[in-house]
């Protein structure tokens, strides 16, 4: 028996728009564009994928689970991601080699340094 890693889950009042960004963000492809559960993946058939699902009520309080991304360029990636709509997110970190950003749902994110810093 086994598991496989088939998508997370983004809850938010606008599936559509954040799977969007998020698609834009990563380069990932739109593999269901339903409105009430938008999914994007690396590939059509890659796994694992996120999926944007509709609830009522707005994110009220920091993220329990977060995605961290290693990009090659840090400060150049940051410096994208803010031109997409993210804005910096201060979840306590203090001082960090990352730098937490949020999308525009208020969903926190970490961008680590590059492996060769």
Known sequence: MGLD????????A???????WWAAALDWVVVNDDPEEFEIRAGPDRLPGLLFARVAERKTVKNRLHLDFRPA????????LLDLGATHADVGQGD???VVLADP????????????D
């Open 73 to 80: 360029d840090q400060q150049a990636e940051v410096a994208r």
């Open 96 to 98: 960090e080699t990352w």
């Open 105 to 116: 749902d208020g969903n926190e994110f970490c961008v680590l340094s590059s492996r060769s």
């Open 5 to 12: 890693w088939e998508q997370v889950i983004i809850d938010t």
């Open 14 to 20: 606008e599936p559509v728009a954040l799977g969007v």
